[in-house]
């Protein structure tokens, strides 16, 4: 899977992603945030994935691409080190209701509102 265009839409919080197979998919920045395939959020094994909250304002600064196969997203919270692979881009695309389904899920299992609050950052 290729995409054929990339284009990061700032208004509107989405990155508008068409392959070569003919699919277009708009992913919203908090959604590309909260699935970001970095170690940082996923963890480094089954049962340690961080749950992101507060990303619903997020922006994307930037789109640098890596190689030929993929793209790293620069987030307005500081996060940019998520490898988007062109096959994650499409798997979020195809399976967003089911993600984000779940995401809300378990949000509402741990009694979080949606949108979930910005954390407090610690005082040092």
Do not use: C
């Not at 070569?20 to 963890?43: I, K, M, N």
């Not at 507060?54 to 994307?60: A, L, P, Q, Y």
Request: hydrophobic residues 35%; proline residues 6%.
């Amino acid at each position: 899977m290729t995409p054929t265009e990339i284009k990061l839409r700032t208004r509107s919080r989405v990155l508008e992603v068409a392959f070569d197979d003919g699919s277009r998919f708009e992913l919203q920045f908090e959604y590309l945030r909260v699935f970001s395939p970095s170690a940082e959020v996923r963890g480094h094994g089954p049962g340690q994935e961080t749950l992101q909250l507060g990303k619903h304002e997020v922006m994307v600064k930037s789109v640098d691409p890596v190689g030929n196969y993929a793209v790293r997203l620069v987030f307005d919270d500081g996060h940019d080190s998520g490898i988007y692979t062109w096959d994650y881009l499409h798997e979020l695309g195809t399976t967003f209701g089911e993600k984000w389904f779940g995401y809300l899920e378990r949000l509402a299992k741990l009694g979080l509102p949606y949108p979930t609050p910005v954390p407090q950052r610690k005082k040092l």
